[in-house]
C-alpha cells in the first residue's frame, strides 16, 4: 500500500523488524490498554459526579507513585509510538492516488488520524494535566473532578475540538488493531481480515460512544451541585486518611478540657465518696 525510502544501512533499516514491530505493540498495549480504561473512565461521568469522583480517587490513591506509573507506562510508550508514526509517515509514499481502494484509503486516513491525535494528546495533556500549569493549563482538579471537568469543556469550541480528538483517536486506535494483527501474523486469510474488520468496527464504536457520552456528560454536570457533593467526598476521604478531621480534633480536645474542669473544680461542701469511705473508717 506504500513504498519506503529507508536507507538499509541506516539504524531504522537494520532493526526496522523489531522497531515495527514494538512500535505495533506500543499502540495496543500499554496505550491502547490506557485508552479503554480512560474512556471508560470518563463515561462514568454518565452516573453521575459522585460515581466519576470515585473512580478519579481510585487513580490517585496512587499517591507519590502516580508520575512515575503515568511516565513509565503512558507517557514513554506513546513518544516512542508517536515518534515511530511521524518516521513512518516521512518515509512511506501511499499511492493512494494511483489505486483508491479500501486498503489504501484506510492506510491513508490511519496517519492522518495519528497525526490528529497526537496534537489532541498534547493539547489535552496541557489543558488539563497539573503539568500543563505553568502554561496556563492544569484546569482539572482530582478532588473536584467533575466540576473542573465541566468547566474547562464548558466553551462550544472546545467540545468540538475535543470531539474531533476522540473521533480520530478512537479511529488509529481500531484501524491500528486490524493492521496490528496482520503484523503480527495473527489474521492472514481474507476470513480472518473480514472478521477482523467487524472487530476493529465494533471496538471504535464502542469507544467512540464511550468518549463522545463522557463528553456529553461533563458539558450537562451541575457544577455546583457536583461541588457540593465532590466536598462531600472530599471531606470523607481526610476523616479516612487522617483518623478525624481538625474540627472534629478541636471538638475532642474540648470536650477532653471540660472534662478536666470538672474534675478537678468540686462544688463547694461537696465531697469525694473516697472521703466519705475515710471517715467512716476512722468512724469505725
Known amino acids: 500500500m506504500a513504498t519506503t525510502s529507508i536507507p538499509e544501512d541506516s539504524f531504522l533499516g537494520r532493526h526496522q523488524f523489531l522497531l515495527y514491530r514494538l512500535f505495533s505493540l506500543a499502540g495496543f498495549i500499554p496505550v491502547g490498554a490506557f485508552l479503554i480504561v480512560h474512556l471508560l473512565t470518563n463515561a462514568s461521568v454518565l452516573g453521575g459526579a459522585a460515581a466519576f469522583q470515585s473512580r478519579v480517587d481510585l487513580i490517585h490513591s496512587l499517591g507519590p507513585l502516580l ?3 503515568e511516565w513509565i507506562f503512558i507517557f514513554i510508550p506513546m513518544l516512542f509510538h508517536a515518534v515511530m508514526g511521524f518516521v513512518i509517515i516521512a518515509t512511506g509514499v501511499p499511492n493512494i492516488g494511483s489505486y483508491s481502494y479500501q486498503g489504501n484509503v484506510r492506510y491513508t486516513l490511519q496517519r492522518a488520524t495519528g497525526m490528529i491525535a497526537f496534537a489532541f494528546i498534547l493539547w489535552h495533556i496541557t489543558q488539563l494535566h497539573w503539568m500543563g500549569a505553568p502554561v496556563g493549563g492544569g484546569q482539572f482538579d482530582p478532588h473536584h473532578a467533575a466540576s473542573s471537568a465541566a468547566v474547562a469543556l464548558k466553551p462550544v469550541a472546545i467540545t468540538l475540538l475535543y470531539a474531533t480528538g476522540i473521533i480520530a483517536t478512537v479511529y488509529h486506535f481500531a484501524n491500528g488493531l486490524w493492521s496490528m494483527g496482520i503484523t503480527w501474523g495473527i489474521w492472514t486469510s481474507p476470513a480472518a481480515m473480514q472478521r477482523a474488520n467487524w472487530l476493529s468496527l465494533f471496538v471504535g464504536i464502542g469507544l467512540g460512544a464511550a468518549g463522545l457520552g463522557a463528553l456529553g456528560g461533563m458539558r450537562s454536570i451541575d457544577v455546583e451541585k457536583a461541588k457540593e457533593i465532590e466536598t462531600r467526598m472530599y471531606k470523607a ?34 465531697t469525694s465518696s473516697a472521703n466519705k469511705e475515710k471517715r467512716s473508717k476512722k468512724k469505725d
Open 67 to 69: 508520575p512515575a506509573v
Open 237 to 270: 476521604r481526610q476523616m479516612l486518611d487522617g483518623g478525624i478531621s481538625a474540627e472534629a480534633q478541636q471538638h475532642s480536645a474540648h470536650a477532653v478540657s471540660l472534662s478536666r474542669e470538672s474534675s478537678s473544680v468540686m462544688p463547694a461542701g461537696s
